[in-house]
């Protein structure tokens, strides 16, 4: 795994850990904006959320708003801008850090068609949709990622939601291979070494 290349700048992530608390103050202040937008939780945002995991490093979110709307919604929410990047739109809510994803694009992976329908509903809170991204998709971004404690996640996700691997596998082959990963048979048969 060494020789992998980082899609994703690990560096400037949160210190403090965070948690559904701050995940409920994030929303409701967005949602206080009284506007309409969905937000896709991703990683171990949507680990939060669906109780399988206690806290996170960060915020994580997938969108289709665009940029322009974000940057509007966010600066009047109070929240600053520390990266501009549209690869990943970094804010920061006093010391908790949110991470934007817009489109279908995440870590180097272009999602199929079908990720928005399989999406799951969470919760509505005013005109803020709340949606958590599907679980397959999100251990595809964590494969592409492949920290250590991405593996863990998976590992977690795989016994809590009840994942078909050989699902799994076609799913993430189909993606790879169209996608900036780099070494991504390596990853896959790094996590299957894992589960067995």
């Known amino acids: 795994m060494n020789k ?6 690990n560096k400037y992530k949160n210190l403090k850990i965070t948690d559904l608390p701050d995940l409920e103050t994030f929303l409701q202040l967005i949602a206080d904006l009284d506007e309409e937008l969905e937000l896709f ?18 915020i ?9 709307k974000i940057n509007r919604m ?38 199929p068609d079908d990720w928005k329908e399989l999406s799951e509903h969470v919760k509505t809170i005013g005109r ?10 999100i251990i595809i971004t964590k494969i592409s990622r492949a ?10 996700i795989m016994k809590s939601q009840n994942i078909d691997f050989n699902k799994l596998k076609k799913r993430y082959y189909a993606l790879a291979e169209g996608a900036i990963i780099s070494a ?13």
């Open 4 to 9: 992998c290349i980082k899609m994703y700048e």
């Open 41 to 58: 939780a991703i990683g171990g945002t949507a680990m939060v959320l669906k109780g399988i995991k206690e806290s996170t490093k960060d």
């Open 60 to 68: 994580d979110f997938l969108t289709d708003a665009s940029y322009d």
């Open 74 to 111: 966010f600066t009047m929410a109070g929240l600053a801008e520390k990266s501009r990047s549209q690869l990943v739109n970094i804010w920061y809510m006093k010391d908790v850090r949110i991470d934007i994803f817009y489109g279908e694009f995440i870590l180097g992976i272009s999602l």
């Open 128 to 137: 803020l949709k709340l949606y958590i991204l599907n679980w397959y998709d």
């Open 147 to 156: 920290e250590e404690r991405d593996y863990q996640d998976i590992l977690v």
């Open 184 to 196: 991504h048979d390596e990853k896959f048969r790094h996590l299957e070494r894992q589960i067995k």
